[in-house]
Structure formats: structure tokens, C-alpha cells
């Protein structure tokens, strides 16, 4: 099974910038479609970015959008979450997920496995 970890969150001023990291275990990484999420106290789980297997093709939420960039490099089996201009409103946990599709999915229900998920805490 397919088994992801996170890291790279932490306390981070607004405006500040964090990188996050997502390593995944699988020799096929680059045939799953990779995810970032986020939850922040008291909400449910929502959509950050996700992006292609083959990293061309990248998805964002409207507000993170022009802020946040997801890279990822299949030769080292790792996915990051480049945060920049962080505001209060970020704070969260973030989760790094895969699918095994071609298909965009911006749904936390559309995806199979799931990291433990790295706290993000953007103070004012």
C-alpha cells in the first residue's frame, strides 16, 4: 500500500513562507495524481492543490491560488507544497493524499491513501 508523510509544517508569521514535503513509499509514484489538503479547528477538510502525474497539469483552490505552488519531482518519490504570502486563515493541518487516476480530483472523498498530516500555524 501506498504510504505518504508529510513534513515541513510549522509556526510561520503572515506573510511568511513554508515548503512543505510529502514522501510516498510507491515505486509508481508517477502514475498517481497527488493532492494537498487542509483542516483547519472546527472545519471540515478542504482542497489546496493537486497536481498530474506527470507534473504538467496543476489545480488550485481559489484561495490559495497565485500564492501557493505544488511541485513534485517522480524521481525522488516526493510532492511539495510551496506556501508563500501565508495569512492567519491557512492555519491548518495539512495532508498530503494520492489517487491512482488520470482524473482531477478535488474532493477529499475522491482520494485513496493519505498522509498523517503536518501542522501549518500562521500567526498575525
Known amino acids: 500500500q501506498v504510504q505518504l508523510v508529510e513534513s515541513g509544517g510549522g509556526l510561520v508569521q503572515a506573510g511568511g513562507s513554508l515548503r512543505l514535503s510529502c514522501a510516498a513509499s510507491?515505486?509508481?509514484?508517477?502514475?498517481?495524481?497527488m493532492g494537498w489538503f487542509r483542516q483547519a479547528p472546527g472545519k471540515e477538510r478542504e482542497f489546496v492543490a493537486t497536481?498530474?502525474?506527470?507534473?504538467?497539469?496543476?489545480d488550485y483552490a481559489d484561495s490559495v491560488k497565485g500564492r501557493f505552488t505544488i511541485s513534485r519531482d517522480n524521481a525522488k518519490n516526493t510532492v511539495y507544497l510551496q506556501m508563500n504570502s501565508l495569512k492567519p486563515e491557512d492555519t491548518a493541518v495539512y495532508y498530503c493524499a494520492a489517487k491512482y487516476t488520470t482524473v482531477v480530483v478535488t474532493s477529499p472523498a475522491g482520494m485513496n491513501y493519505w498522509g498523517k498530516g503536518t501542522l501549518v500555524t500562521v500567526s498575525s
Open positions: 510507491g515505486r509508481t509514484f508517477s502514475n498517481y495524481r
Open positions: 497536481i498530474s502525474g506527470s507534473g504538467l497539469n496543476t
